[in-house]
């Protein structure tokens, strides 16, 4: 039974009939928040996504300080890797890396198979944990990686410009990569199936590089293990979003991939997007988040350029097209927040 105080997030992801457009911004919980950055000296990054109750509390910040209409668990879309055995390390400035990344048939055999809940009981005590103290206040978010964004941190070792490595595997051992795809899938689906039992209202899949992909190789090495997921996923009526950033092409497969909400860059024209997929998904965005470096005049009417361009109607979760930097004065993040509170009513009469 729902009982939750403002369920609106949840509603417009199954495209009900809603009063206001809710919003929710990713990495909400995070950098540009000196209450985040004051935990944060406490304990490095990988020991605040371990300790469940240092991510509670770094969850539940931009509900309580910026207003937003969703939580989303504080962890990392690594964590998967790592506990399939691999070592992580977090450098300030240069992000994520692995020392020793996957390149070899050797080392996709060295991958343990997880089982979340001893594996990653960690993350799911947290989602456990965040939806005692929100106290059905608002829902709360579970995500991972897809397992296309994943890979390519696993071969490449660390971020990369070019992605000259896993690009080799795929064209050079194309079955190599598509046994650690099945394998990640398989993690995947379980992982999130393991978050919703802990308590998520709803999971995102951030397909953060499957932008690098040509049209063809997208569907091959991403599309398809994403929507294989998603069929996988142990859910009641909790919905499902996905967000290929970068990926302009094949708008009717991203829409019958499965999933219940579409997420979209700052690069696409939402009410095109709407157009072409009609109601088949709902979407979320897509506000270019360095929008919110600009006055508050500024902010209102970016804001209200996203409205007008998705249109009338339910079926919109307002986000920006990606992050919000961390160089942002929360204050910026909250205007946007009380304006889209105060003005988006006029698109749901």
Not at 56 to 82: C, H
Request: hydrophobic letters at 40%; proline letters at 5%; charged letters at 25%.
């Amino acid at each position: 039974m729902n009982t939750l105080k403002n369920d609106l997030f949840l509603r417009a992801c199954k495209r009900e009939k809603i009063e206001r457009t809710p919003i929710w911004i990713m990495r909400q919980a995070g950098r540009y928040l000196p209450e985040y950055r004051a935990v944060r000296k406490k304990a490095d990054f990988l020991t605040m996504c371990k300790t469940p109750e240092l991510a509670a509390e770094v969850t539940l910040q931009p509900i309580d300080l910026i207003g937003v209409d969703a939580a989303i668990i504080f962890s990392d879309i690594l964590v998967i890797p790592e506990a399939m055995g691999m070592h992580l390390e977090m450098h300030e400035g240069r992000g994520p890396v692995f020392p020793s990344p996957i390149r070899t048939l050797e080392d996709l055999n060295n991958l343990k198979t997880i089982d979340p809940f001893a594996d990653l009981n960690y993350v799911l005590d947290a989602v456990s944990l965040t939806k005692r103290e929100l106290n059905d206040r608002v829902p709360l978010i579970g995500f991972s990686g897809s397992p296309w964004t994943l890979l390519t941190y696993m071969v490449e070792g660390s971020g990369s410009k070019n992605f000259a490595n896993v690009k080799k595997m795929i064209y050079n051992n194309p079955s190599l990569a598509h046994a650690i795809l099945e394998k990640l899938s398989s993690a995947i689906s379980v992982y999130l199936s393991a978050k919703i039992e802990a308590g998520a209202n709803a999971v995102q899949i951030f397909d953060t590089w499957g932008g690098i992909l040509s049209q063809d190789d997208y569907q091959e090495f991403s599309l398809q293990y994403v929507e294989k997921i998603i069929s996988e996923i142990t859910r009641k009526d909790e919905p499902v979003i996905y967000f290929p950033k970068g990926v302009h092409s094949n708008l009717d497969k991203l829409a019958n991939c499965g999933a219940d909400v579409l997420g979209l860059d700052w690069t696409m024209d939402l009410g095109k997007v709407r157009s072409e997929v009609g109601d088949k998904v709902a979407l979320q965005g897509n506000m270019d988040p360095t929008v919110l470096y600009g006055t508050d005049e500024v902010i209102k009417k970016n804001a209200l350029k996203t409205l007008k361009s998705f249109g009338n109607g339910s079926g919109h979760v307002f986000n920006l097209g990606h992050g919000i930097l961390p160089d942002i004065p929360p204050s910026n993040a909250k205007a946007l927040v009380n304006f889209i509170k105060e003005n988006s009513q006029q698109f749901h009469s």
